[in-house]
């Protein structure tokens, strides 16, 4: 089964610092998606960054970037230049594709990020 | 108006009562998903609705009970609950296309329930 882990549960970064949340995975299968999933105090979650499991490239979007370490099934987000609207619970995930037009997508249990100013 | 909406934000009931949640979506996507966040868990999904027929069911008790009459619209039947169902409930959706996955899932503010 897949499982996705994120081991550090709270974090805290100064405003225009640049903080990594790390996450861990496990899976025997070769293609998949990853996700990072921000959810604001709002409480929707939205999309941050996803990378493509057999694209080497690692994803950026803007001041996100992620480091992408498929052997090691380590999938970290980097967030450069934090800035008070950073703060949110993030989840990294895993996407399992269950046949046909279906997919699945599995959490790990989140990071905390507080950006103080 | 987001593109997922979720009624109600808040629910309290009983353990013998009979509720339920609504999920709309309003961006012509053809799965819909119910999950459920409790602290300091990962998200546990629930069902998954793909064009309109429930393609998965994680072991959830059936006093749990998913409708999906359309492909806009999930219902989550809530029916003689415990104490330990209380969770935020959030619902989403995607744009899935046979051969190929990734997309991305749109998710709604969630129905934060509470059982008495």
């Known amino acids: 089964a897949q499982t996705v882990t994120q081991s550090q549960p709270e974090m805290s970064v100064q405003e225009a610092e640049t903080v990594t949340l790390s996450c861990t995975y496990d899976t025997s299968e070769n293609n998949y998606y990853l996700f990072w999933y921000k959810q604001p105090p709002s409480r929707q979650m939205i999309l941050v960054i996803r990378?493509?499991?057999?694209?080497?490239q690692n994803a950026t979007e803007n001041r996100f970037s992620v480091n992408f370490q498929k052997a090691a099934k380590s999938f970290s987000l980097k967030i450069s230049d934090s800035q008070l609207g950073d703060t949110a619970m993030y989840f990294c995930?895993?996407?399992?594709?269950?046949?046909?037009?279906?997919?699945?997508?599995?959490f790990g249990t989140g990071t905390l990020l507080a950006v103080q100013p | 108006e987001t593109g997922v909406t979720q009624t109600p934000r808040h629910l309290v009931m009983g353990m013998t009562n009979k509720k339920s949640l609504k999920c709309e979506q309003h961006l012509g996507h053809n799965a819909m998903y119910w999950y459920k966040q409790s602290a300091k868990k990962p998200l546990e999904l629930m069902f998954v609705?793909?064009?309109?027929?429930?393609?998965e069911n994680n072991s959830v008790p059936s006093r749990f009970s998913p409708e999906c009459p359309n492909s806009s619209h999930l219902f989550l039947h809530l029916h003689t609950l415990q104490p330990e169902d209380s969770a935020l409930y959030l619902c989403a959706s995607s744009q899935d296309r046979q051969g190929a996955f990734g997309g991305e899932l749109f998710f709604g503010e969630g129905s934060r329930l509470t059982v008495l």
């Open positions: 990378q493509e499991a057999y694209k080497q």
């Open positions: 995930a895993f996407m399992k594709h269950l046949g046909g037009a279906t997919n699945k997508l599995i």
């Open positions: 609705y793909s064009l309109e027929e429930r393609v």
